[in-house]
């Protein structure tokens, strides 16, 4: 992951630190999410498990909304989803 980033063509200090949405740290272990899909679904004669890699908080092991999956964050709160988009881009937005 870090000698992907390495890679890119981008000075870091453009780039934006990603911390935990729950305590702030920014130190990230690789985990893994499983999902499972009904053979049901699949067709087969088993369950499938299906693993999803995400980043999980060193300290805490709080995953961020922002490291899930599109379709599984569309579970969480729309609004905040729409905010973390704007801030992306860096808009200031007033009302
Ligand atoms: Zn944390």
């Known amino acids: 992951m870090s000698q992907q980033?390495?890679?890119l063509?981008?000075?870091?200090?453009?780039?934006?630190?990603?911390?935990?949405?729950k305590c702030g740290n920014n130190v990230f272990i690789e985990?893994?999410?499983?999902?499972?899909?009904?053979r049901l679904l699949t067709?087969?004669?088993q369950d499938a498990l299906i693993p999803i890699t995400v980043f999980a908080c060193s300290k805490c092991g709080n995953v961020n909304d922002e490291f899930l999956p599109f379709q599984l964050?569309?579970?969480?709160?729309?609004?905040?989803?729409?905010?973390v988009e704007e801030?992306?881009?860096?808009?200031?937005?007033k009302f």
């Open 5 to 7: 980033q390495m890679n």
């Open 9 to 21: 063509n981008i000075s870091l200090d453009k780039t934006k630190e990603v911390t935990c949405e």
């Open 31 to 38: 985990g893994m999410l499983l999902r499972k899909a009904s």
């Open 43 to 45: 067709g087969t004669s």
């Open 73 to 83: 964050k569309q579970q969480t709160n729309e609004i905040e989803e729409i905010e």
């Open 87 to 93: 801030k992306n881009e860096g808009k200031i937005i």
